[in-house]
């Protein structure tokens, strides 16, 4: 998330858990730890595996989604770590 993002709290208002995040300067850092992120997750290629919403169910951000099933928000962090190399704050949010 670049600093000064407010995504996160539209996602929150719609219901969302976040498991973590990891605030950066720039949006183009936060473009490359997502991007290597979700290629780990989704793969790449023609063996990437689909997202898990459509376009309608999230108008912004659809493409970015995956199942738990496949990758627990415990492993995406897992994953954003070693992506970055640099910790990224845990919290649990309670709803």
């Given at each position: 998330m670049n600093r000064g993002s407010r995504r996160l709290d539209v996602f929150r208002g719609q219901g969302w858990l976040v498991v973590g995040t990891r605030v950066v300067d720039t949006?183009?850092?936060?473009?490359?730890?997502?991007?290597?992120?979700?290629?780990?997750?989704?793969?790449?290629?023609?063996?990437?595996?689909?997202?898990?919403?459509?376009?309608?169910?999230?108008?912004?951000?659809?493409?970015?989604?995956?199942?738990?099933?496949?990758?627990?928000?415990?492993?995406?962090?897992a994953i954003v770590r070693s992506v970055d190399r640099v910790p990224a704050a845990d919290h649990a949010e309670r709803r």
């Amino acid at each position: 998330m670049n600093r000064g993002s407010r995504r996160l709290d539209v996602f929150r208002g719609q219901g969302w858990l976040v498991v973590g995040t990891r605030v950066v300067d720039t949006g183009r850092e936060a473009l490359r730890i997502e991007k290597a992120t979700l290629d780990r997750i989704m793969g790449t290629g023609p063996d990437r595996i689909p997202p898990y919403l459509g376009r309608k169910e999230l108008p912004s951000g659809w493409q970015e989604t995956f199942c738990v099933a496949h990758t627990t928000g415990a492993e995406a962090l897992a994953i954003v770590r070693s992506v970055d190399r640099v910790p990224a704050a845990d919290h649990a949010e309670r709803r």
